[in-house]
Nanobody
Framework: QVQLVESGGGLVQAGGSLRLSCAASGRSFRAYYFGWFRQAPGKERDFVAGINWSGRRTYYTDSVEGRFTISRDNAKNTVYLLLNRLEPGDTAVYYC????????????????????WGQGTQVTVSS
């Protein structure tokens, strides 16, 4: 497994932007498929975006398509989520997750696809 630490959350006005970072420690960073999930108060943790081992394949849930961008820097062992045109409905704790290190190109959107999770970072969007 890999250890994950998120950062970059905060309070922002609607229409603003944030960049979340997920720093990973452990071996074979390049092998992992990474995902970002979010959980609003009283709701389930939902998939937001995923990125394959090379960074060439990304996938987004419909509600963030065109506004959020997931990327990775394999040299820095870091995954990013750029949040643009934020809306109050984006308010949640955002979590970074990694699979078991499979070099897969297939999108992973379910909790059970991932074995490592960060502690989360709070994003609050005011109207």
């Amino acid at each position: 497994q890999v250890q994950l630490v998120e950062s970059g959350g905060g309070l922002v006005q609607a229409g603003g932007s944030l960049r979340l970072s997920c720093a990973a420690s452990g071996r074979s960073f390049r092998a992992y498929y990474f995902g970002w999930f979010r959980q609003a108060p009283g709701k389930e943790r939902d998939f937001v975006a995923g990125i394959n081992w090379s960074g060439r394949r990304t996938y987004y849930t419909d509600s963030v398509e065109g506004r959020f961008t997931i990327s990775r820097d394999n040299a820095k062992n870091t995954v990013y989520l750029l949040l643009n045109r934020l809306e109050p409905g984006d308010t949640a704790v955002y979590y970074c997750a990694a699979d078991s290190g499979s070099y897969t190109d297939y999108q992973k959107t379910f909790h059970g696809d991932y074995v490592s999770w960060g502690q989360g970072t709070q994003v609050t969007v005011s109207s």
